[in-house]
């Protein structure tokens, strides 16, 4: 009889469960040597297939040791995949009684067992080749900087016409303008020479990236996302050479530059877009989508001032991706590129965005995606996500106590993502797009169920009204309110920061990058735009908040190495606890408010010790306080 004892399975994959398109996949089952069987199979197939490949697995003993030796027998069969994504395994085998038996994934302890009824598959992912990022981009620590708002440091300011400049620190504008119109047209100047002068401070973090906000010239949106022109940096936020002299400082610092940009769509007043729409004969016509009557589309069907571009038109692909075009003229600047709306963005225009970047060296391309990227597009389109599904889960477990969700959430990417991917993913708890972390767990209005925390406008909300028979969304009243409710008190702001502690833990050790949004370190808050907007409080510093920050970050420099790849294992799965091992590292996070007992894994029995803590009074390794969290390094 076979026992379970008697198989182990193991690959030839980087990852365990990761293979190269076109590559050699090596599957080995030993069996101990005594066990007879005939007829072993491994049998693969693609998520949602029958079985796409079945390969017979042949004796394959090590040479050069004596068969005498041997206590086990090596069985092994070669496989390779011609398409990308996630394929599951098995293997049968008939006995020496001639019965068919099954050899599958146990629940239980994630090992063999022989079995013919329902059970995990083994996984392995197929990829694109030769896919890898530089070191600098994993284990990194990402700081997101709005430029017009981080800190304005030039003494020679140029005054544009049409601007509505603001005094630093006011109240960005929430209201409607003279022609009813909400505009981003609030400019408090911040500029490149204001995060050069401040990069002593951002280093100080543990910052090892920063991820600048768009600079094109935007004539009326102090954040870029709309360009009047994509080939200029704005005069209010600086030149090209303020832009080489930061990087060039950043570099002999050990911190790298990511630039946002938005190559969706343009802004009205963009000269190209004006052309095209004024006259039916304009070479840059066909850069748009254009109707005979003078519609044309335009971002989300909502913003008119944003028309959209038409990717398949050459001119367009010339003027992005082109020898001349955007990419080129910014890749020797910067050391990658954030790609605003790129869910949008074809597979056409990715890649070439990607190849004309690395031309100038290798650069790293995040996309802001929402949700789930395909696996395919790794490698080919670009590097790395906006890991907002990561953000939802660390709320949905710390907020609601959804532990399912979580843990399937983070096991659903880890499953799916590349290694390589995985380890350049960037990690938020807010950004210019979401409400601020202190109001997501503060403030009012927060989303529950499988909604996004902050997604407090989303129907049905208290600004949605039924008007003359349709739902209409009242903006003027979501924005006053937003106004009316934007201070913490000084109870709620408490304990809010205590839950964020937690928060940031989790960011700062879950696989991926940490990116955190400019002034959550010291206290900012605020509903959506333009409320998480505001300029950097220089003034108003959450010092303790601050430390927090520092000591966190200097953790994970000095512990890099334990966050370079995707080792992840989860340890105890339970609404109050976060608890996961990195390599050498175990993370607890108690969300209660009830001192915990934590059964430590074997390596970290054996020797220990807290290398980080949320609490000065945390003293012991097998229990943890209520609304703290530690993390332990194995020695």
């Given amino acids: 009889m076979i026992n379970n004892s008697d198989i182990k399975v193991f690959t030839n994959a980087k990852r365990a469960n990761e293979v190269e398109i076109g590559k050699e996949l090596k599957v080995t089952v030993t069996m101990s040597k005594d066990k007879k069987i005939t007829d072993l199979k491994v049998l693969f197939n693609m998520e949602g297939e029958n079985p796409s490949v079945i390969k017979e697995l042949v004796l394959d003993n090590p040479k050069g040791i004596n068969e005498e030796n041997l206590k086990v027998n090596f069985y092994s069969a070669s496989v390779s995949f011609n398409r990308i994504g996630n394929y599951y395994y098995y293997f049968t085998f008939n006995d020496c009684y001639g019965h068919n038996q099954a050899i599958k994934l146990g629940r239980a302890e994630g090992k ?193 001032d944003m ?56 650069h790293v391309i995040f996309v802001e995606y929402w949700n789930k990227a395909k696996t395919s597009d790794f490698g080919k389109c670009f590097d790395g996500t906006t890991n907002y599904p990561y953000m939802n889960a660390m709320y949905k477990l710390l907020m609601d106590g959804d532990v399912d969700y979580f843990v399937w959430q983070i096991q659903d990417l880890l499953e799916n993502y590349p290694e390589e991917a995985i380890c350049t993913m960037l990690n938020s708890i807010d950004t210019h797009d979401t409400v601020r972390a202190l109001t997501i767990i503060g403030g009012k209005w927060m989303r529950h169920g499988y909604d996004r925390r902050w997604d407090i406008d989303k129907e049905p909300s208290p600004w949605h009204k039924i008007i003359n028979g349709i739902v209409r969304f009242l903006t003027d009243n979501f924005r006053q309110d937003e106004f009316e409710k934007d201070k913490l008190a000084p109870k709620v702001y408490r304990e809010a920061k205590n839950i964020l502690k937690l928060l940031i833990i989790m960011q700062y050790t879950l696989p991926g990058n940490p990116c955190t949004f400019y002034g959550t370190e010291v206290g900012s808050h605020g509903y959506k735009d333009p409320f998480n907007r505001k300029c950097f409080p220089w003034d108003r510093i959450d010092k303790d908040l601050l430390r927090f920050y520092k000591r966190i970050g200097a953790m994970r420099n000095h512990n890099r190495k334990e966050f370079m790849n995707a080792n992840f294992k989860l340890i105890r799965r339970d609404k109050d606890i976060a608890c996961y091992i990195r390599n050498n590292l175990l993370i607890v996070v108690n969300k209660s408010d009830a001192t915990k007992t934590i059964s430590l894994p074997e390596k970290f029995k054996i020797g220990s010790k807290i290398i980080f803590a949320s609490s000065k009074k945390q003293k012991s390794t097998a229990e943890i306080m209520g609304k703290t969290g530690m993390i332990l390094k194995a020695i």
């Fill in 112 to 304: 063999p067992i022989i079995t013919m009824e329902e059970s995990p598959y083994w996984r392995i992912l197929v990829i694109q080749d030769n896919f890898s990022v530089p070191n600098w981009a994993k284990g990194a620590t990402y700081y997101q900087i709005f430029v017009d708002r981080f800190y304005h440091a030039s003494d020679k300011d140029t005054v544009i016409k049409g601007r509505n400049y603001r005094k630093w620190g006011e109240m960005p504008n929430f209201r409607r303008n003279e022609k009813g119109k909400f505009h981003n047209n609030d400019f408090f100047c911040g500029d490149l020479k204001g995060v050069e002068k401040k990069l002593p401070y951002i280093k100080s973090l543990g910052v090892t990236v920063i991820y600048l906000s768009p600079i094109n010239f935007s004539l009326y949106r102090y954040d870029g996302y709309a360009a009047t022109n994509h080939l200029m940096i704005d005069p209010n936020k600086g030149t090209f050479q303020d832009l080489m002299d930061l990087k060039k400082k950043a570099h002999s610092m050990g911190l790298h530059i990511i630039l946002d940009i938005a190559l969706n769509h343009c802004s009205s007043d963009n000269p190209i877009f004006k052309d095209a729409i004024s006259n039916p004969n304009s070479p840059y016509r066909d850069w748009f989508y254009i109707n005979n009557d003078g519609s044309y589309r335009y971002w989300y069907g909502e913003f008119k």
């Fill in 307 to 362: 028309p959209v571009f038409n990717q398949s038109s050459k001119g367009y692909k010339e003027y992005v991706y082109g020898e001349n075009g955007i990419i080129a003229k910014y890749s020797g600047y910067v050391d990658g590129f954030r790609l605003d709306v790129a869910e949008e963005l074809s597979e056409e225009t990715l890649e070439g965005i990607r190849k004309r970047a690395n031309e100038f060296g290798k």
